[in-house]
């Protein structure tokens, strides 16, 4: 059996500070935690000559067709599950942002730990998720070491996708086999080596801002209105109907009318209202601008 080393791994180590936390208060363990959480974004701030290039790559083969797909095994696949599985309520598009972890579905409610050590498993789920050139797949682990995930990310630069590597340690592994690499420095944890604490902090961070870019680049935005939300109910359906009041000057009347009449799309119902034309001439109008209001609101209908 391989030995795994440790040792060099920030996220693994001790920290001297936190070494009596066990006979602290609440309050003493809820200010020490609120300061170590305050270094992540700091973190994730000095990174950002590595993310955003990585997020550049990935947006420009999003805009030609592809999909971003996180891989990741304990905390890191939950949280990248998590991150796909608030895409197609917010921006209602399925299918362009996927979760993968190890061990499979199970794994996000039940520890499958053992199934991080399986290279050939990663490299197969990349095989069933039929990545292909226009993907990108974003590698997570905070150690940068797990089998499952290298074995991921190697497998989609085979295929031809962008492979992402995102550690929150230096010179890992991951970082090596990756086309772009991204290492998040958090240092110790609070608990030693419980890396669903600042790790996994920086985790969400940084996903949120792949998925949220790739979305506002896909035109799912206008402004900073979420204009693309799946109304699936009465708060929601309230929500669109205030984005299409403020965008159209439209009475609350008009709003929800037009809303019912485009089933609750608010960027056909802004089309709509905004330039005088049925629902069937705006929803023509957006398919000609590739889904993007602005553009939509600026061309003119061929009839």
Request: charged share 20%; net charge negative.
């Amino acid at each position: 059996m391989t030995t795994v080393n440790l040792d060099p791994l920030t996220t693994e180590a001790a920290d001297l500070r936190y070494s009596r936390i066990d006979t602290l208060g609440v309050a003493e363990l809820a200010t020490l935690m609120n300061e170590a959480d305050q270094t992540v974004p700091q973190a994730v701030h000095d990174a950002l000559g590595q993310i955003v290039p990585a997020i550049e790559a990935m947006t420009d083969r999003m805009l030609g067709g592809g999909r971003l797909i996180y891989v990741g095994a304990g905390t890191p696949g939950r949280i990248g599950v998590l991150d796909a599985s608030e895409i197609p309520p917010t921006f209602s598009t399925r299918d362009r942002v996927l979760g993968i972890i190890a061990g499979g579905p199970v794994a996000i409610v039940d520890a499958v730990e053992g199934a991080e050590d399986d290279a050939q498993g990663g490299a197969a789920a990349i095989d069933e998720a039929g990545v292909g050139p226009l993907d990108s797949v974003v590698g997570v682990a905070a150690s940068g070491r797990t089998p499952f995930v290298i074995g991921a990310v190697r497998r989609a630069r085979q295929l031809g996708a962008l492979g992402i590597g995102f550690s929150c340690n230096e010179k890992t592994p991951l970082s090596e086999i990756a086309e772009r690499a991204i290492e998040v420095i958090v240092g110790p944890e609070l608990i030693s080596g419980s890396t669903r604490l600042k790790a996994g902090t920086a985790q969400k961070l940084v996903l949120n801002m792949f998925s949220t870019i790739a979305m506002v680049r896909l035109g799912k935005t206008y402004g900073n209105l979420m204009v693309e939300l799946r109304a699936s109910n009465e708060k929601l359906r309230e929500r669109a109907t205030r984005m299409v009041m403020q965008l159209t000057d439209a009475t609350y009347s008009a709003a929800r009318e037009t809303l019912e009449a485009a089933d609750y799309s608010v960027p056909v119902a802004v089309v709509s209202l905004r330039r005088g034309l049925v629902v069937t001439d705006a929803r023509t109008a957006l398919d000609a601008a590739d889904g993007h209001l602005r553009a939509a609101l600026a061309t003119e209908v061929t009839r």
